[in-house]
Every structure is written in structure tokens, then in C-alpha cells.
């Protein structure tokens, strides 16, 4: 009977993995495309709107909080003039979410890694 719950506790645990693995990938895309997105309003364009989307991904690593990049970004607006309001951000933040979610989905439809493998059947 152990080796039973032992099973379903590493399917628990892959489970969890796997779910936190794309939700990694889902905010990382997210952000990416929330970042070309304030790029092209600020007048970014070419390796500077680049590097703009990816700097708004490393920020997310370090700041982790849930309103973190969308302030920064409120910020990065008002320094560049550009009026955009937090509703707008956080909507465009909303719709690119679900997008990255829905592309991963299609595109790693299956377990990433070994250890994600369904256990017990």
C-alpha cells in the first residue's frame, strides 16, 4: 500500500512541476510580448525595442511581485511621455497571457521533461 501513495505523491509532485514550468514560460512570454508592445508606444524600435522586451523579462526574475512590471512600465511610460493608463497595461498584460498560455499548450501539448511522465498508469 506505500508504494501506492508513493506513486500518487510523485505524480502530485510532477504535476506541480510541470505546472509551474509553464506558468515560467507563459510569464516569460507574457512579459516578452508586453515589452515589444511598450517598445513600439515609447517609439522603440529595431535592437532597442530587443532589448527593451527582454530587460522587462530579466526585471520580472527580479522582481517577482504580481504589479511589479506593469509599474514599471507606468514608469517607463511617464518618462517617455506616453500617456497610457494601468487599465490598458493590464489589459494588454491579460491578453498576452492568455496567448502565451494557449502557445504552449500547442506547442508542448506533452509532458516537458522525464520526470513530468504520468506515474501509476
Keep these: 500500500m506505500t508504494d501506492a501513495f508513493r506513486e500518487i505523491e510523485k505524480s502530485h509532485e ?31 524600435a529595431g535592437s532597442k525595442a530587443g532589448d527593451y522586451a527582454q530587460a522587462l523579462v530579466l526585471y520580472n526574475l527580479d522582481h517577482p511581485e504580481p504589479h511589479a512590471v506593469i509599474a514599471k512600465i507606468e514608469s517607463d511610460f511617464a518618462a517617455a511621455g506616453v500617456q497610457v493608463g494601468e487599465r490598458e497595461i493590464i489589459a494588454h498584460c491579460e491578453r498576452f497571457r492568455a496567448e502565451a498560455l494557449e502557445e504552449l499548450l500547442s506547442v508542448y501539448p506533452d509532458p516537458l521533461d522525464a520526470d513530468h511522465m504520468q506515474i501509476g498508469g
Excluded: H, T, V
Design 14 to 44: 510532477a504535476k506541480f512541476k510541470l505546472d509551474e514550468e509553464r506558468q515560467f514560460k507563459a510569464q516569460s512570454r507574457c512579459n516578452r510580448r508586453l515589452g515589444a508592445w511598450a517598445a513600439e508606444r515609447m517609439g522603440l
